[in-house]
């Protein structure tokens, strides 16, 4: 039970970062937000008078680095691929990373009307200006459910928000 209390605190945290900094940057008013049921995205809220929803997801690259990023214990096999990994190119590791967690994200499908995809960017060495140069590179599937898809740029909010799809909303 801890683990899905403490999934649902991040879901909660990220969601109220993206708000406070779309509304920032845009202006608009975002407000109230609830946890939803597992057929329905992870968070609603309201844009302005209109309900939307947000499915919430956290960037940690792998899952050794997920488990190191939330201070688990590491086994000698993640440690070992925590050393493997340093071999890769940090903006590589981050677009392939980014393209897997949208890709799984792509395939669901959701109980709305409306809904957003939001990704926290936990990785310490990531930031949004390695992610511009490939986003061309992002393929979404044809069929998809997410009217926006959005990068909270650092785990804190510090560097803002960045769109990752439809590309118009750079």
């Not at 096999?77 to 897997?100: C, F, I, K």
């Not at 459910?145 to 960045?162: C, K, M, N, S, T």
Request: with cysteine.
């Amino acid at each position: 039970m801890q683990v899905l209390t403490e999934k649902v605190r991040l879901e909660h945290e990220a969601a109220r970062l993206f708000m406070r900094l779309y509304q920032r940057r845009f202006g608009v008013s975002m407000r109230h937000i609830w946890h939803n049921e597992p057929a329905k995205p992870d968070v609603s809220c309201y844009l302005e008078q209109q309900r939307l929803d947000l499915e919430i997801a956290h960037l940690y690259g792998s899952e050794a680095e997920a488990m190191l990023l939330l201070g688990r214990e590491l086994s000698p096999q993640t440690r070992e691929a925590l050393a493997a990994l340093h071999q890769v190119p940090v903006q590589e590791r981050m677009l392939a990373a980014l393209d897997r967690l949208i890709r799984q994200k792509t395939h669901k499908s959701y109980d709305s009307e409306r809904v957003w995809l939001v990704i926290r960017n936990t990785h310490p060495v990531w930031h949004p200006d390695q992610l511009q140069p490939f986003r061309q590179n992002i393929r979404l599937p044809a069929a998809q459910p997410f009217d926006q898809i959005w990068l909270v740029a650092d785990y804190r909010g510090e560097h803002g928000i960045a769109a990752v799809y439809p590309p118009e909303l750079t």
